[in-house]
């Protein structure tokens, strides 16, 4: 599958929820991981796997929306039976539909339970300054992730003030995992049979995303992942968007988020590579300690 080209954009930076670098090539590229899995592995769970793939792109989308024709086609369903899930999601304020384009949006009772939830599972509040930091350290765009199940949700982006900027990432986007460098890194750093696990459970990636991401290639990159500490996505996802993401682990060792930058490729070059990453791990190193010492 060719690679997208012509995403790299100069700042400014585009407003919150905008599409603009996220559809490239025709192809969407945040489009989320899919709950086939959860249905065929737990009986009775179908309309609650599909109820929450839609969840997740209509919060994926946000302040633009998703137009009911283009979730169900992202997800997979029929067009009645996405409507039908989302007037039921509706009804209990999990979405919200704009009375003006009919697209469809978070709903309010979404807020109030991330709110409740944020206090066990957010650090974006300890995070906050040490993702600053790195961008002002290396100009770059620099990003907080953290793993959800077999995905990766952007947390928070700070931007670098290199004027040339890669909207590859933001906020609420999701990438599998082993995509872009922030999920390659999580996914180099769990037990080999999690990996092992991973794997069989989505033999799709190459074809969603590139022969670069079959098993053998993927594997690879996995081990020079970890014997070099730090991913490197040499431009997989979005020519001449370069990434480098470093794992933040949980207290009992587990690589739960992960810190990353980006930016063209002219800036992450053999001369500047080692740099970038010895800033971006200890930054990562800072941030692990940092949520040790504050875990309860």
């Known amino acids: ?55 997740r792109l209509v919060t994926s989308a946000g302040d633009d929306g998703l137009a009911v024709a283009e979730l169900a086609r992202r997800a997979e369903l029929t067009r009645p039976t996405a409507h039908r899930l989302l007037a039921a999601l509706r009804h209990e304020g999990l979405v919200d539909q704009d009375e003006r384009t009919s697209r469809w949006m978070p709903g309010p009772e979404l807020y ?27 100009e770059e765009s620099a990003f907080l992730s953290v793993r ?3 995905e990766t949700v952007c947390l928070l ?42 794997l069989e459970r989505h033999p799709d990636l190459p074809e969603r995303w590139g022969a670069a991401h079959g098993e053998p290639r993927l594997r690879a990159r996995l081990a020079e992942t970890k014997a070099r500490g730090y991913a490197v996505n040499p431009g997989l996802i979005v020519e001449g968007s370069y990434g480098l993401g470093a794992a933040v682990f949980t207290r ?18 053999p ?6 990453g010895r800033i971006l791990l200890a930054h990562a190193h800072q941030l692990t300690t940092r949520v040790s010492a504050t875990a309860r």
């Open 1 to 55: 599958m060719p690679r997208p080209r012509g995403c790299l954009h100069p700042a400014p930076l585009p407003p919150s929820g905008s599409r603009r670098a996220l559809s490239c090539g025709g192809r969407v590229l945040n489009r989320p991981y899919d709950g086939h899995v959860a249905e065929k592995s737990v009986p009775g769970a179908q309309s609650i796997s599909r109820a929450a793939r839609l969840l």
């Open 148 to 150: 959800r199940g077999d």
């Open 252 to 269: 009992e060792g587990h690589p739960q988020w992960a810190l990353s930058l980006t930016g063209v490729e002219f800036r992450f070059g």
């Open 112 to 138: 109030l339970m991330g709110t409740v939830a944020a206090s066990r599972y957010d650090i974006t509040a300890m995070a906050r300054d040490i993702v600053r930091s790195l961008a002002v350290r290396t």
């Open 157 to 198: 982006r700070e931007e670098g003030s290199f004027p040339i900027r890669s909207f590859v990432l933001s906020e609420g986007i999701r990438f599998p995992l082993g995509v872009a460098s922030a999920g390659l890194v999580m996914l180099a750093f769990l037990p080999p049979h999690d990996v092992d696990a991973y």
């Open 271 to 276: 001369d500047r590579l080692p740099e970038l």
